[in-house]
């Protein structure tokens, strides 16, 4: 940064994790993939990532055409890979939280972060017919690619949170109506 210019700016969305020896060049954007991941030892171009519970991970292989500075993305991975993280973050940020004037929402699955997840969803649903992706093809991939496989098991990911999150919603009228104990 060259403390210059009030453009460079990175925007990280919530509960993102920059792993160690991480580059992010700016201006990036992550404000739309909460609870991503960028791997150690990536380097991130400046983009906007519109993929939630993603893994940014440097290339596996080296593709024609494709500019050797784009990551490999795995939209959803935290979710398929990695629950364990999400679950637990809930319960050590309500477990740490000292505010008595301000009531915080700790809760990952709620109606901004599912609406993020079928928005995803969609944009990756629309896409057939490529082995390798990017944001040409897929809006909101950022200065990644995916690959086919990485978006069947990313739809279907979402598919299934979306799901728990519904499920979530009519157990919770159920307890309020007395009709689950």
């Keep these: 940064h060259t403390g210059k ?5 990175i925007w990280c969305g919530e509960g993102t994790f920059f792993g160690l020896g ?11 993939s909460p609870y991503s991941i960028l791997a150690s030892g990536v380097t991130c171009l400046p983009q ?3 993929f939630p519970f993603s893994l940014i991970n440097t290339p596996a292989d080296s593709i024609d055409g494709l500019s050797p500075s784009f990551n490999e993305l795995f939209p959803g991975w935290v979710l398929a890979q990695n629950i364990y993280m999400i679950k637990r973050n809930e319960g050590k940020y309500l477990a740490r939280n000292k505010a008595r004037r301000e009531e915080f929402v700790f809760e990952v699955f709620r109606p901004d972060t599912v609406r993020l997840m079928q928005d995803a969803r969609g944009r990756l649903a629309a896409a057939s017919g490529q082995d390798i992706y990017t944001s040409r093809d897929i809006p909101g991939l950022g200065k990644n690619y995916v690959t086919a496989a ?3 098991t990313a739809i279907a990911t979402y598919d299934f949170y979306i ?12 307890e309020t109506a007395g009709l689950l104990a």
């Design 22 to 32: 991480c580059n992010v060049k700016f201006p990036s954007d992550f404000t739309r």
């Design 150 to 152: 990485a978006v069947a």
């Design 163 to 174: 799901g728990y999150y519904a499920r979530l919603g009519w157990k919770a009228r159920l």
């Design 5 to 9: 210019a009030p453009d460079q700016e």
């Design 48 to 50: 906007r990532l519109e």
